[in-house]
């Protein structure tokens, strides 16, 4: 069983409205993923970092930043929260090793922008 | 960048049918991996195939790796109404790289 986690699962705010989305795994993973997705739709990737002090921006351009001050911690933050940032955002972590990994990801913040 | 293709993007199926969905890429690819995302769930990993032409089963799932190591399926036969959801393909380029995913199949199962 995977074990990273995501906080909050759901959340419904108003433009303008600061928030963070926590994720957190315990398998001791470098690289960690941020991904964006409409249900059942394709994975965009919004941000990665391959360990601590390490942060990239995805294929995806996102007004969202991040940050990895510890192994198992990477948060995402939208400083000011849009009708448009409404999504799915899922968080994945894997080992360092690209070949021969899997992804793993958590269970997913549901975001709605009101 | 490197980018791997699906098709269908969507198929309904009657309860009972076989299913299959195609992963392609215009390289030559290090792996393939296959995920399924239940509806309202997250993606899971169901499996990863390295070898050329390498044939992998689990229960009603067969997964093919190409011979060229450009494409790949995923076939399930006597689809049941669990297998509902979205199926991606994946790939992951090596020497600590992002994966890169499909656009997945959406399928549906009429009882």
């Known amino acids: 069983e995977a074990d990273i986690y995501q906080t909050p699962r759901y959340l419904v705010i108003g433009t303008g409205k600061k928030i963070t989305l926590e994720c957190s795994q315990t398998?001791?993973?470098?690289?960690m993923y941020w991904y964006q997705q409409d249900p059942g739709m394709e994975l965009h990737l919004i941000h990665y970092?391959?360990?601590?002090?390490?942060?990239e921006k995805g294929d995806l351009s996102s007004e969202s930043t991040v940050s990895r001050i510890r192994t198992e911690h990477f948060p995402l933050t939208l400083e000011s929260a849009r009708p448009s940032h409404t999504s799915q955002y899922l968080c994945?972590?894997?080992?360092?090793?690209?070949?021969?990994?899997?992804?793993?990801f958590g269970q997913g913040t549901r975001l709605t922008v009101v | 960048g490197q980018q791997v293709m699906q098709i269908p993007q969507y198929q309904h199926v009657q309860e009972g049918e076989d299913f299959t969905t195609y992963c392609n890429s215009s390289t030559t690819l290090s792996n393939i991996q296959w995920y399924k995302q239940r509806p309202g769930g997250h993606p899971v990993f169901l499996i990863q195939?390295?070898?050329?032409?390498e044939v992998k089963k689990q229960k009603r799932l067969t997964f093919q790796f190409g011979e060229a190591k450009k494409n790949s399926s995923l076939h399930i036969t006597a689809t049941q109404t669990t297998d509902v959801g979205t199926y991606f393909c994946a790939t992951t380029l090596g020497n600590g790289q992002n994966f890169v995913f499909g656009p997945g199949t959406r399928l549906s199962v009429l009882p």
């Open positions: 994945a972590s894997s080992e360092f090793e690209g070949l021969g990994t899997e992804a793993f």
């Open positions: 970092s391959y360990g601590v002090n390490s942060t």
């Open positions: 195939l390295v070898k050329s032409g």
């Open positions: 398998m001791g993973h470098d690289k």
